[in-house]
């Protein structure tokens, strides 16, 4: 699977975007882009996930950009729940049954 | 989806004991995964269980230390053995229920060797 790259921290004021960057600048072309969350102390959370159109859902939005090197996780508008550590991770799927590789991943902390 | 239970929550365990930790899944799978995360890290894979086989162990992990069992497609045990100091972490179990499901993952198990 390819590495990511995300920052370690980032602040977002309650009730604005949260826009969460990612590098994945080895991204092979069967392979996806996941985002999961882990609120502290729960066992992590899915997202949302794309190949290469933007995608949106009731949670966020997904930005892939043309040469598929990088994305961004959108929370519209970020709440204090949203308070976690949002993981981006690369993998062949779906419908591929592997284990997902953590990287560090980025602490997003909602200010209010 | 799946939904996950996974026992126990949380423990203290004496060094040199072991922890049996219980997953079980509200539907059929094929694979379960199981992570350690220690304290202040990410995520990382320790073993993936197929029922009817050995799980496989990552680099790092041997089947002495965490032995799995998977009797069936619903549940899977992983157990810590010889427990150390060390061994504190988040001990989670993993699912993907499905062609184009993404993952689902249990609570977690907060082990403190002390």
């Known amino acids: 699977d390819a590495k990511t790259t995300q920052p370690p921290s980032m602040d977002c004021a309650e009730g604005r975007a949260a826009n969460l960057p990612c590098n994945h600048s080895?991204?092979?072309?069967?392979?996806?882009v996941y985002w999961y969350r882990q609120i502290h102390s729960q066992g992590p959370q899915y997202i949302i996930h794309?190949?290469?159109n933007n995608e949106t859902n009731e949670m966020a939005s997904l930005i892939i950009t043309e040469d598929r090197k990088s994305s961004t996780l959108i929370l519209p508008h970020a709440t204090l729940r949203d308070t976690a550590v949002y993981y981006c991770?690369?993998?062949?799927?779906?419908?591929?049954?592997?284990?997902?590789?953590f990287g560090s991943g980025t602490q997003l902390t909602v200010l209010p | 989806s799946a939904v996950i239970s996974q026992k126990p929550s949380r423990d203290i365990c004496q060094r040199g004991t072991s922890l049996t930790i219980q997953c079980q899944v509200d539907?059929?799978?094929?694979?379960m995964f199981w992570y350690r995360q220690q304290p202040g890290q990410s995520l990382t894979l320790i073993a993936t269980?197929?029922?009817?086989?050995?799980?496989?162990?990552e680099s790092g992990f041997v089947i002495d230390k965490f032995p799995i069992s998977r009797p069936n497609l619903t549940f899977s045990t992983l157990t810590v053995s010889n427990m150390s100091p060390e061994d504190s972490s988040i001990y989670l179990c993993?699912?993907?229920?499905?062609?184009?499901?993404?993952?689902?993952f249990g609570q977690g198990t907060r082990l403190t060797v002390v």
């Open positions: 080895t991204i092979s072309g069967n392979e996806y």
């Open positions: 269980a197929n029922q009817g086989s050995e799980a496989t162990y």
């Open positions: 991770i690369v993998r062949v799927g779906p419908g591929s049954a592997r284990q997902l590789t």
């Open positions: 993993s699912v993907v229920p499905g062609r184009n499901t993404e993952a689902f």
């Open positions: 539907s059929q799978v094929t694979m």
């Open positions: 794309g190949l290469k």
